[in-house]
Structure formats: C-alpha cells, structure tokens
C-alpha cells in the first residue's frame, strides 16, 4: 500500500479531482517478490522502499477511472544496474491522465528516482507536452560525488536505453474505480482526512476543509450504526481542533469538544484506538478550559487520562501524550488552586515525557517548551531563580532542536521571552530584557493572523515593553506597549482565564504613559484596569497579591497629585488586605510593603497629628521591604534607592542605615551579572551621586570616619567587583593542608569568574549563538553562588571574619603611609575635603563654594576652550580661559585644603587627591592663583591621584606569589603615519622613543615596538616580561562605551578590556604618552572608567596619563626630564619617584615657557 496525494488537472476540462490512498498490490515478475511501500512525508516528497528487488526488469501500470470518464495511470518501472559502477537499482515513476481511451494522453507530473540501499526519493517536475513514443523525455537522479562531479554518463546512458525499452512496451495491470459513489472505501476515506490534517501545518485552512469533506463522505458510507462510526467523529473532532488553531473562532472548538464527546461515547472500551481518542478528547477540553475556565472541563480532563493511561504501551507515544497532557494539566490546576504539589507534579511528568521523546522525536520540543513553562512557574511560586534558569535552558534545546520557522515555534520564543523577562525583574541583569523583546517579537512574527496565540504574544511584548519604558523612559516603548496590550484585550474572550492579567498589563502601561505625559485620563483608565483585574481574581488567586498591589500603587499616585481621600482609603484598605491575607513568604508581599511604606508617608503628610507614629512605622516598612526575600535585588535595590530618597527628603534618622542597605544591594545586583558593561550599564542607571550624598549625610551625623567608609564603598564599584577576584590568600594557606585546599579553591573560582565578566560575546543573532551565551550566563551564575559559599566558609575561619567585606577605616588609613591623602566629596546637600592621615579620623574641611553646579559649569568652559582652541593659534586665548579655571579651582576648592595641610605637611611633600562627581574632570592638581607672589599647588606639594583609597592601598603592597621578573624597559610607539580615524599623524613619536632608549642605562634589557611591531597582541606579550613600560600613541576615549576606549595601535586597537584581563602581577611602572588616558566616563564618573585606571587595575603600581589632548611636541621633552630623574643610578629604578620626576619634568616646561594647558596635561595615579 501507499500514500500518495496530487492535485491533477485533468485534459482541458479545468475540473479538479483528488486521488489518495492508492491500494497497490504486491508484484510478482520472474520468480522474484517485490513490495512496494509509499507514504508521503512532511516536506510533500514520497521516499519509496522497495525490498527483494531481484529478478529480470519489469514494468506495469495502473488505471484509475474517475469522475467524467477520465483516467489517471501510475506506471511504475524496475531495472537492476546496468553498470557495475552503477550506484543501485534504477526504478522510474510516471503520472498520466486523460481522457478514457485516447491515444496520446497529456502527462502532468513526470519524475524518477535513484535506488540506493534499497532506499529512493521521488521529485516531480509539471509538463504539459504529450507523452512521445521513445527518448528520453524523462529525469534520473544520481548521488553526485562530494566535489559535484556528475554521474558516469556512460552509465546514465544505459540506463536511459533500457528504462526507454521497456516505457513504451508497459501496459496496464490493473483497473480501479474511483468515481465519488459509495463505493469509496471508507478506509480511503479516512486515511485521506488523517493526511491532509498532517499536511494542513503547511496547507492552512483549505487541506483541514479537505480532511472535513473526506470525512462528510465517509459519514455517508460509514453510518452511526457502524461500529467505526467513533473514529470518523474523533477525525472531525481533530479537524474542528485544527481550524480552531487557525482561525480563532471559538466555534471550531465547541465542534471538536461535541465531537470527542461522541467518539468518547462511541468507541468500545476495549477498542485498541480508544487511548488515542481520550488522549485527544483531553487535549481539547484543556484548550477550552484555558479559554473558559469551567472547572468540570479540568475535571473531566483528568478523568480521560486517568482512563487512557493504563491502556497505553509503555514508552509508546500515546504512553508519551498521555503524560504530557497530565503534566499540562496539573500546571493549569496550579493556577486555579495555587497548590505546588500539582507543579511538581507537572515537571515529573514532562520529564517522563522526556524519557520517551529522545532527540531526534519531532514532538521534543513541544515536551521540553511544557517543562520549561513549569519552571516558570515553580520560581513565580518560590522565588527559587534556579529553577528560573532552568526554564530558561529548557527553551535554548528546544528551539536548538528545532529552529523556529512555523507559526507553532512561536509558542518557544514566546515562553523564552517571558522567561528571560522574569530574570531581569529579579536580577536587573538588562541583557535579559532586551532578549525578551527580541523573542517576543520574533515570536509574533511567526504568528498569522488570527492565529489563537497571537494575542498572547501581544500581551508578552506590551509587557516586556513596560519594563523597558520603566528603566529608560522612552516613550516610543510606552506608546507601543498600550497599543499592544489594548489589541491583545480585543481578542481575549470574556471568561478566558489570562484576560485579568492583560487588564493588568495595560494598567501599568497607561500608568507608564501617564508619568511621562502627564494625561490624567491614562491614569484614571489605568486604575480602572487594575480594578478589573482585582475584581476578576479573588482572594486566594495567585494572581490576587499583584494586583492588589498593582491597584493600591496608581491610587496612591492619583492621591499625590489629587489629594482626593477616597484614593488614600482605598489603597490603604487594599494594602492592609495583602499584609493580612498573603502568607510572608509570598512574592508578592515585598511590593506590598513597599506600597505600604508611601501610603503610611502620605497619609502622615495630610494629618501629622493624627499620625504621629506613622512616619516611623512607613521606614520600617522600607526596612522589610528592601530585606524581603521574594523582591530579588533588583526590586529591594529600588526599595532601597526610595527609602534613601523618603529619609532624606524628610530628615529622617534611617537615612544613614538607608544608604549602607543600598550600597549592600548594589552589590549583590552587580555581583549577580555575568560582564563587566552590564555591570557598567546598571550602574549608570542609579543616581551618579549615591556615595557622595552618602558621605555627606554620615558628615552630618558626626561620623567621619563613616563618611569615609561610604565614599570608599559607592564608588569604584566595578573595579572593586573585579578587584576582590584577585585578592591573594597566602596567609590562608598558611593554615595547613585545609587552608590550603580553601585557598585552592577560591582562586580557581575567582579566576573563571573574572574571565567570564571580561571576555565580551560579539552580537549575533543566531539561536545558536544566543543558546551558547545563555549557557555561558548560567554557568557564571552558578560558579558564583559556589564563590559566595567559599567566601562563607573562608569568614568561618578564625582570623578571616571580614575578609573582603566592606574595608573599615581602621585600615584604609594605610592609604596615607605615605602622606595625607585628600578625599573631595562633592554633593547637592554639602561639599566637603575629607583629609585622610595615618592616624586619627578625617578631618573634615567644608567647601561651601564647591556646588556640583559650580563645578560643572567650570567642567564645561574647560572643555569648550580645549575644544574650540588650538595651543599654536589661540594660545594667549587658550591659556587665559585656562588659568581662569584653574584660579577658581584654587578658591573654592583647593586654598581652604592648603591651609589645613601647611602646619604639619612640608612644602615639597607627597599628597594624594581623589576627587568625586564633577571634580573628576577638573585639574585640581594644577590649581594656584598664578599670579606674581601668588601660591600655585604644583608648587606647593608633589601630587598624585588616587581613584579609591584600596588602589593606593595595593598598588603598594608586594603580591606574594607573584612570578620574579628582572627590571627591563618596553617602549611602544605608533605613529598612525596613515593617520587612521581622521588622527593626526605623531611626528615626535619616534624621537621620543629614541630618546628614552638612550637613557635606559645599559645594565637594563629594554625593547621597542615601533609603528608595525606595535600591534596589541605584540604588546600584551611583552608586557609579560617588562617591568617599565613607555606607550607613544594616539589615546582614544569613547564616551558611550568607556570600556571600549584604547590605544591607537597598528592594525587594530587595544581596548581597556583587553589591558584588563591581562593580570600582571610582576609590572612596576607606565607612562602613556598619549591623549585622553586619564579621562573617565562622565556618565559615572565615580567610577573611574579610564584607561590609565585599567592599567593601574591590571597591575601597574605607579602610572603617568593624561587628562586631555597634548601637544605631540612635548613628549620628547617631558619624557627627557621624567626619564633622566628616573634612571638615576642612586634612584635604582624606584617607580614611587614618578610621581616626583613628573613634577620636575613639568616645572622644567615652565622655565621654557610652555603655556599651562600644555604642563597639567600630564597627572601621576598610584603610588
């Protein structure tokens, strides 16, 4: 027997016919048996089987007489090869039709096939000609040699000969009635409606109408009375199921249920077929309770399973649906009865499933999607964000198994997008959100029109575009997430059980719009929306928690702006009800108490002395609320960052304590991403000034040393999360073979942890690519929980309590062995200069003039001058505007330091300076009167810079363990001669180089990479055995992607991702002889994002950078003097004199006369 299923038209007539189940019967030629065996597969070709081809050729064909007295002939030929290096056996198929009894009929399809292995592949080609006589007027298809060379044409040719011979010569064996009487066979009929159902994927609507007629005229030949009648009822059922799937129309489902219903009824219990129709029964009465929500649906559901699954064959696939359609509807009943048993229940039979549908079962996918959306749901019930990731991972293999193309792989993106969606709301990792757009949308793309899962995927993108509007405020994501989210509401039915969830949705989003236009019409609608939602799920629905929430939130926010009472009742009536109903425990019950926290601040605000106690109650609301387990660090982070703002705004005593839980949080958000500019991304998005305000607000309890402590804390973040994956444990493994193992393990873990946050994945949009890098996030994930349980077992330690916690002041005094070190902390609420000596607590200096406005403005002239001038050109001009700021630097900021400083610091002594906020684009070292008589500061002390005090603190500490390397100079220079990125060429490049060679003294090895030798890995590899390095060339900063500033070397760059991962633990020294090296990021400028701070991170003590464009003339000079100082034989190559030899290497361009912009360029960082 085979399938075959063609659409022909026959002679001129225009009429269609169908032909389908075609019975041929085994054919006997010579003694020989051979059978054939067709049957159509997904992609509409007819592999063919033919087994015991032995015997002489043969040929037969056979006659189909159909409506209006045409006829169809099948003709089928079999020769055995021809040639010895013939591939197989050579087997042609033909399709003719015509009028009955013509001569020449018309040929519609002509096609012919390779056997191999006992194996062929039909492809067809349309004609229209007649069919000739003899030639060779058809196709042979062979296995092409890997290299495309075509089949042995000598063979071809044979072959043609002898399949030509015997053409001509077929004649008919057979004859079959097929004309649409009640003689069709019943069995056609039905197989005929089975395939077209499993082509209708592809086909649409028209093959599922096809199966609906086949199965009309079986109705006819097999009537209620026959004991088949079930199986054409539960083939209708499918077919009303299928057309449902595409159209929507609720009315195609009510069919297939009344259908199932009555194959249910019809089929005898012990029918071999019927698991397969309870099986299907249970499918469709799931869909109908999704969309319904009638509970005796559900019920039902599991009653049919309960019947099937003991009349299945294990491991067969109705043993694998069966537990598929268990595992989907114990998640459905979670929903309704929030019991997490029925989700466990859930997972543990997908995973059988699983067990079943091994990888290479089509269906495998679809099982993996259901376990995955399980997941999902087992971490919205605990939290568990583990469990998370593994829906997440569950999604990648699906979709690798099965990259989406058809509309039903939509239903993967779309469950992977609000997987993803949920981990950036616990995480804040914002990679996270951007792919849940990505898939959504992807997803929705896939889907046609009507389709019943689009307006679900439009609900999933308005809502993940909601939560990208709340973190950067574009409207164009506000406006497209309303106009989803009200086209998904369009097509939820009324009574679907997700509809609550969509009336949520746009309520936030009219809410979001709302705080960015300020249309009070949005926020009324938007409370209306929430209203809905609540009213359509009572208490003890899972959802009930959020939307109380969700409800109590906009009325609080229309109080605000009201004042109307009846808001402010209403939201603390619904709040209260979510502390009183909702167990601890509940994820939604940290946003309760978040809510909870500004009802109590508003109501207080309206009667003060009604409500004494209550602003005190609303800060420990915050409290709770930025601990709660169920937030995630995002969410406690914003709970935390609002509690700073309420404390501060109404002077509150837990503003201090506010601030240390907000820099805690931060770091565990941090901690939690797995790449350096995601981290940098997140920390953009927080206020620039958290430590400064910090700072200031422990100065105004008294706390100094606190203040300090802060600054240390909130700045510096990104280096520090890097930094302590470095830090050396040898007295750790001082303490025996534990210690030592302890020790071990720490290292090993912190090593892949940092390769992981600085090794950045190029953009791709393959899903192999993106299921590779979500395996990447998941295993830094999960070594960084072991590297949080290490560190925990570390602090168990006697001696090893605080080892890498927060550093206490008691020794980041150690910063100042050296001499005072000045911190500037620069804030809305004060301005101060906290000086840092070995002993004591900070003295505090005010500087009340040092407003960030002041400063900015400052910031800003500075960098228009050097902008918009050129040092040959407008050098008077230039120096003047220079100098202007530099004296104003010395009032505000600079002379009421000096002052502290002179009594007890000697002139010609060693400082540091580590500026905050908008100090850190100003050059505070260079500030003086510059007037005759008048105080300068590069006159007064040897500065240098500091970002944090931790860095002064290591760049002066010997790393135990680190590798022995003998002093020895590398000096680097590109001199960009074709000017690449419109860069002026360097001239002095090479002369500067040359000069420093000669001043290395002759006992020191020293190498040059100069112009094509200087490529980045070049000198990655020699800064592996130098010590000193000296870089001549073009500095770039990027202000989007600070990390992604470089050294214009030759070929290509080197990033400061690169300079980062290069752990050089035995490098003393650097000078970067090059513009832009000591300029960080203005978007976070605490953070110190610059490239002389990357090599100060990479291990370089002491540094020499820049902090704007310098003149290509004097790096020959400066480096003379630096180097001549440096190389002294008495000084031994000391790299903590830099700092001095730069100071008389700049006071020698003064004695030159070389104007000011030109000297201060050039800043020492480190020790």
């Not at 700021?885 to 009032?891: A, F, H, K, P, S």
Request: proline residues 5%; contains cysteine; charged residues 25%.
């Amino acid at each position: 027997m085979f399938h075959f299923k063609q659409k022909i038209q026959l002679g001129d007539s225009g009429d269609d016919y169908r032909v389908s189940l075609l019975k041929i019967h085994p054919v006997v030629v010579a003694g020989a048996h051979t059978e054939l065996h067709f049957e159509i597969d997904a992609n509409g070709c007819i592999p063919i089987l033919l087994t015991r081809t032995t015997g002489s050729p043969w040929a037969c064909a056979y006659e189909f007489t159909m409506d209006a007295d045409p006829k169809l002939i099948l003709q089928l030929h079999f020769e055995p090869p021809v040639t010895p290096n013939q591939p197989g056996s050579i087997g042609c198929l033909r399709i003719m039709s015509g009028a009955a009894g013509s001569p020449s009929p018309k040929k519609h399809e002509i096609g012919s096939l390779l056997f191999q292995a006992g194996e062929l592949t039909l492809q067809m080609s349309e004609q229209d000609e007649e069919i000739p006589d003899s030639g060779s007027d058809f196709f042979l298809m062979t296995d092409d040699d890997d290299d495309g060379e075509e089949a042995d044409e000598v063979a071809v040719n044979e072959s043609q000969k002898h399949i030509n011979e015997i053409w001509v010569s077929c004649t008919i064996s057979a004859r079959t009635d097929l004309r649409l009487t009640e003689s069709w066979d019943y069995e056609h009929l039905l197989s005929n409606s089975e395939l077209s159902l499993t082509r209708a994927k592809d086909g649409g609507i028209p093959e599922i109408e096809d199966a609906k007629s086949y199965l009309q005229t079986a109705a006819k030949v097999c009537p209620l009375s026959h004991p088949d009648h079930f199986r054409v009822m539960a083939l209708l059922a499918r077919a009303h199921f299928a057309a449902f799937g595409r159209a929507g129309t609720i009315a195609y489902l009510k069919e297939s249920v009344a259908h199932y219903s009555k194959a249910t009824d019809l089929c005898p219990k012990t029918h071999p077929l019927r698991s397969s129709v309870l099986i299907g029964y249970s499918e469709v009465l799931l869909k109908n309770f999704k969309d319904w929500g009638q509970r005796r649906d559900l019920d039902k559901v599991f009653d049919l399973l309960a019947e099937a699954l003991p009349l299945c064959l294990s491991g067969s696939e109705d043993h694998a649906q069966t537990l598929h359609n268990l595992g989907v509807a114990h998640a459905v009943i979670f929903a309704q009865d929030g019991h997490v048993d029925d989700l466990e229940k859930s997972a543990s039979y997908h995973k059988s499933v699983l067990e079943i549908r091994t990888s290479s079962h089509p269906d495998r996918p679809l099982s993996l999607y259901s376990l995955a959306e399980t997941y999902t749901k087992l971490f919205e019930n605990s939290g568990d964000l583990a469990k998370l990731d593994t829906a997440i991972q569950y999604c990648h293999e699906a979709l690798s198994l099965s990259p989406p193309q058809r509309p039903e792989d939509s239903l993967f993106l779309a469950q992977l997008g609000s997987a993803c969606l949920q981990r950036y709301t616990a995480r804040g990792d914002v990679e996270d959100l951007d792919r849940s757009i990505k898939f959504q949308r992807e997803a929705l793309q896939l889907q046609r029109e009507g389709l019943t899962h689009r307006f679900a995927a439009l609900g999933n993108l308005g809502r993940a575009l909601s939560t990208r509007f709340e973190l950067r405020r574009d409207i164009v994501d506000a406006e497209e997430s309303v106009k989803c989210l009200q086209q998904a509401l369009m097509f939820y039915p009324r009574g679907h059980p997700e509809r609550p969830l969509v009336f949520s949705d746009r309520g936030r989003a009219l809410l979001n719009r709302y705080s960015l236009r300020g249309d009070m019409e949005d926020l009324t609608n938007s409370i209306r929306d929430f209203g809905e939602a609540l009213t359509l799920c009572g208490e003890g629905h899972p959802w009930h928690g959020q939307f109380l929430y969700n409800l109590a939130d906009a009325l609080l926010i229309r109080f605000d702006k009201t004042r109307t009472p009846r808001d402010q009742k209403s939201a603390q009536r619904y709040l209260e009800s979510g502390r009183l109903v909702l167990h601890q425990d509940d994820p939604t019950m940290g946003l309760i108490l978040f809510a909870s926290a500004r009802e109590h601040l508003l109501r207080a605000a309206g009667q003060p002395e009604i409500w004494p106690n209550l602003v005190d109650e609303a800060f420990l609301l915050y409290e709770k609320a930025s601990a709660h387990p169920t937030l995630g660090a995002r969410q406690q982070l914003a709970a935390a960052l609002s509690w700073v703002a309420a404390a501060e705004e109404r002077k509150h005593p837990s503003s201090l304590a506010a601030y240390k839980q907000t820099f805690v949080l931060l770091d565990k958000q941090l901690n939690v991403v797995s790449d350096v500019l995601t981290r940098h991304l997140i920390r953009k998005q927080l206020p620039t000034n958290l430590a400064t305000n910090a700072a200031a607000c422990a100065i105004d309890e008294g706390e100094n040393d606190v203040a300090t402590e802060l600054l240390e804390q909130g700045r510096g973040l990104l280096w520090m999360q890097l930094t302590r994956l470095r830090t050396p444990i040898e007295d750790l493994r001082k303490l025996g073979p534990e210690g030592a193992a302890l020790a071990d393990r720490f290292e090993q873990l912190s090593k892949a942890l940092e390769a992981g946050a600085t090794t950045i994945s190029e953009a791709t949009s393959s899903e192999g690519a993106e299921a590779s890098k979500e395996r990447n996030a998941q295993r830094y994930r999960e070594m960084s929980e072991r590297w949080e349980e290490t560190l925990a077992e570390i602090r168990r330690v006697p001696g090893f309590t605080h080892f890498l916690q927060a550093t206490p002041y008691s020794n980041l005094q150690d910063a100042a062995s050296a001499g005072p070190v000045i911190m500037f902390n620069i804030g809305q609420r004060r301005s101060d200069a906290l000086i840092i000596s070995e002993v004591g607590v900070p003295n505090v200096i005010p500087l009340p003039q040092a407003t960030p406005r002041t400063l900015a403005s400052l910031s800003s002239d500075l960098a228009n001058t050097l902008r918009t001038t050129r040092a040959v050109e407008d050098e008077k001009y230039r120096t003047s505007q220079v100098t202007r700021v530099l004296r104003q630097l010395w009032d505000i900021v600079i002379s009421p330091v000096v002052q502290c400083l002179s009594p007890t610091v000697k002139p010609g002594s060693r400082i540091w300076l580590c500026p905050t906020a908008e100090l850190c684009s100003l050059p505070i070292h260079a500030a003086g009167q510059y007037r005759k008589g008048g105080s300068n500061l590069p006159d007064l002390f040897v500065c240098s810079y500091t970002p944090t005090l931790s860095a002064l603190i290591r760049a002066r500490q010997n790393h135990s363990g680190s590798r022995e390397v003998r002093p020895a100079v590398l000096t680097i220079g590109e001199r960009n001669e074709e000017a690449r990125g419109g860069e002026a060429t360097l001239v002095s490049a090479s002369s500067e180089l040359e000069g420093v060679g000669k001043l290395v003294p002759a006992n020191i090895p020293h190498h040059e990479l100069l112009d094509s030798a200087a490529t980045p890995e070049g000198v990655l590899r020699g800064l592996q055995d130098h010590t000193w390095v000296h870089i001549a060339c073009h500095g770039v900063q990027e202000p989007s992607q600070p990390f992604y500033s470089h050294f214009l070397l030759h070929h290509k760059p080197l990033r400061l991702l690169d300079i980062i991962q290069a752990n050089l633990d035995h490098v003393k020294f650097a000078f970067t002889s090059a513009c832009h090296t000591a300029v960080g990021d203005k978007n976070t400028p605490d953070e110190v994002i610059s490239l002389a701070a990357a090599l100060q991170f990479a291990g370089f003590r002491s540094v020499v950078g820049t902090t704007w464009g310098m003149d290509d003339r004097d790096g020959p000079d400066v480096t003379k003097t630096f180097y001549k100082f440096m190389f002294d034989a008495a000084r031994n190559m000391d790299h903590t004199e830099a700092a001095i030899a730069l100071s008389a290497a700049t006071k020698a361009m003064k004695k030159k006369g070389v104007p000011v912009d030109r000297r201060v360029v050039f800043i020492h960082i480190g020790a």
